[in-house]
């Protein structure tokens, strides 16, 4: 998962967090090096009332310097938890938290193109 260092602000004080590891060395497509901080954090994904969706879930994140337009990059802990899909001709990600639920929203989403 990608944190960005502009991130950091929301996260609050994090000088006395325990829970920064080890730097990791990240190569990109291109063959380029990098070493990165890593932090262990806990997310929940909110809805767009901000009241929970699902619990919370362990991820292990490299942080990032912000850069616009520079992807976010989701982790293990969340793919392990979610569901994504698309359709054709939809542009959305469609996310659940169960296959059932994922065949009913792109049938749904698919249904009305």
């Known amino acids: 998962m990608t944190i960005f260092d502009s991130d950091l602000q929301m996260l609050g004080d994090t000088r006395g967090y325990t829970g920064w590891r080890q730097r990791v060395r990240i ?7 990098n070493h990165r901080r890593r932090i262990s954090l806990q997310i929940q ?4 009332d901000d ?4 619990n919370w ?4 994140a490299i942080l990032k310097p912000a850069i616009a337009g520079l ?10 938890n979610l569901f994504f899909g698309t359709a054709p001709l939809y542009n959305v990600v469609a996310v ?4 059932g639920g994922m065949t009913s929203l ?8």
């Open 96 to 99: 659940a938290t169960t296959k």
């Open 27 to 33: 190569m990109d497509a291109n063959g380029g090096i």
């Open 45 to 48: 994904l909110i809805r767009a």
């Open 106 to 113: 792109l049938y749904v989403k698919w249904s009305y193109l």
């Open 71 to 80: 992807p976010r990059l989701t982790g293990q802990g969340i793919r392990r």
């Open 51 to 54: 009241s929970p969706w699902g």
């Open 57 to 60: 879930i362990d991820e292990e």
